[in-house]
Nanobody
Framework: QVQLVESGGGLVQAGGSLRLSCAASGRTFSRSVVSWFRQAPGKEREFVAASSWNGGTTDFADSVKGRFTISRDNAKNTVYLQMNSLKPEDTAIYYC?????????????????WGQGTQVTVSS
């Protein structure tokens, strides 16, 4: 069993930065794919970024490439999403998700565990 808790969201002006954290409990976390998704009002939840179990492979949605980075510290059971050059269209609730057997990390149903989400609001 893995429990995920996101933090670090808030209100920021366009061009600013935020770092989100996803803290996990559970001994399988270090062997899990962990990804970030986001959901804006009236829209479907969408993939943002993913990290393989050891951080050796990462992937990003085209909309955030070059602006966001994902990293993890398995000793601390934490995954981070560094968000730079934020835009108003990045406004959403951001969720982290973990799964032990993820073959397609772009799809929400591949993940076993989800956090409660953290709000990110970018003002213009």
């Amino acid at each position: 069993q893995v429990q995920l808790v996101e933090s670090g969201g808030g209100l920021v002006q366009a061009g600013g930065s935020l770092r989100l954290s996803c803290a996990a409990s559970g001994r399988t976390f270090s062997r899990s794919v962990v990804s970030w998704f986001r959901q804006a009002p009236g829209k479907e939840r969408e993939f943002v970024a993913a990290s393989s179990w050891n951080g050796g492979t990462t992937d990003f949605a085209d909309s955030v490439k070059g602006r966001f980075t994902i990293s993890r510290d398995n000793a601390k059971n934490t995954v981070y999403l560094q968000m730079n050059s934020l835009k108003p269209e990045d406004t959403a609730i951001y969720y982290c998700a973990a799964g032990s057997f993820v073959s397609n990390w772009y799809t929400t149903y591949e993940y076993d565990y989800w956090g409660q989400g953290t709000q990110v609001t970018v003002s213009s």
